[in-house]
């Protein structure tokens, strides 16, 4: 398949809701899923929706890889999340519960924010063999979909930062952050 551009924030595509694909089956589904994956691979990132590659369509491919599962407090996602692909997701809150947590976006490269998301959600979607497929994602598991749906209704992650001051370069913040924890040791 084909590594496909990825829009970055800025393009109008990136601010349009998403349209329902009206046939999960359809043979250009599977190639267009097929592409997202290679790419989301090749750019070395967790999750890609369908308007992050210049297709309006409500599509999301992610997965969790283990070590950033062990990251996971509770534990409901020890080993990673396999590759998942949804069709026309559609989430539920199921509780109050949030927390912030830094986000990255292969459509902002190289920057990094916090953003407030809930912790525990249900989600309802079509599989590529048009499955209705119900289930519930906890922690980073849920922040990763609710990150990549957002996409699909046009929102990027930078709109859903409180703190604009903890916004900045990936490598900066790094480098913050590593100056903060030298400073405690002394």
Known sequence: MAILKIARMG????????????DPTAPEVSRLVSAMVETMEDADGTGLAAPQVHMPWRIVVYMVDGQRASEEEEGD?????PLTVLVNPVIEFLDEETSIGFEACLSVPGMAGPVRRHENI?????????????????????????????????????????DMSQFGFVEELGK???DTADGDDG
């Open 176 to 178: 913050a952050q590593a």
């Open 11 to 22: 393009h109008p595509i990136l601010r349009t809701r998403a349209s329902e694909v009206p």
């Open 122 to 162: 249900r989600v309802t979607y079509q599989t590529l063999e048009n499955e209705e497929i119900v289930f519930e994602a906890h922690g980073f598991h849920a922040r990763v979909i609710q990150h990549e749906c957002d996409h699909l209704d046009g929102v990027l992650y930078t709109a859903r930062i409180e």
């Open 77 to 81: 996602i020890v080993g990673g999340v």
